[in-house]
């Protein structure tokens, strides 16, 4: 079955980078649309990236700080995370569709638990 699995989270000062990873098995990364999101508690869940064969997105909130790639021999996605600032605290999780076009209204299919990302001084 498909498993998604986040790891890179962590706690870092404002100004500070991250990278994000999202190791994919029981799928063929080529053919999905690998999505992450962030969510705080008491808020809804909000896309910040996405990546498919021919597309990206970013949330205008991240763009020029946040870069996603993508290694399909290794089934992997990161998310290079760079000029961290406290709102970007949340838990960060990765989603995968089978998909060619990736955007912020693509739904997903299957998810992983999550990495906390915890930006403070």
């Known amino acids: 079955q498909v498993q998604l699995v986040e790891s890179g989270g962590g706690l870092v000062q404002p100004g500070g980078s991250l990278r994000l990873s999202c190791a994919a098995s029981?799928?063929?990364?080529?053919?999905?649309?690998i999505g992450w999101f962030r969510q705080v508690p008491g808020k809804l869940r909000e896309p910040v990236s996405c990546?498919?064969?021919?597309?990206?997105y970013y949330a205008d909130s991240v763009k020029g700080r946040f870069t996603i790639s993508r290694d399909n021999a290794l089934n992997t996605v990161y998310l290079q995370m760079n000029n961290l600032k406290p709102e970007d605290n949340a838990v960060y999780y990765c989603?995968?569709?089978?998909?060619?076009?990736?955007?912020?209204?693509?739904?997903?299919?299957?998810w992983g638990r999550g990495t906390q990302v915890t930006v403070s001084s």
């Open positions: 989603a995968a569709e089978e998909s060619t076009m990736c955007g912020p209204l693509t739904v997903y299919d299957y």
């Open positions: 029981g799928l063929t990364l080529d053919y999905y649309v």
């Open positions: 990546i498919s064969d021919s597309s990206t």
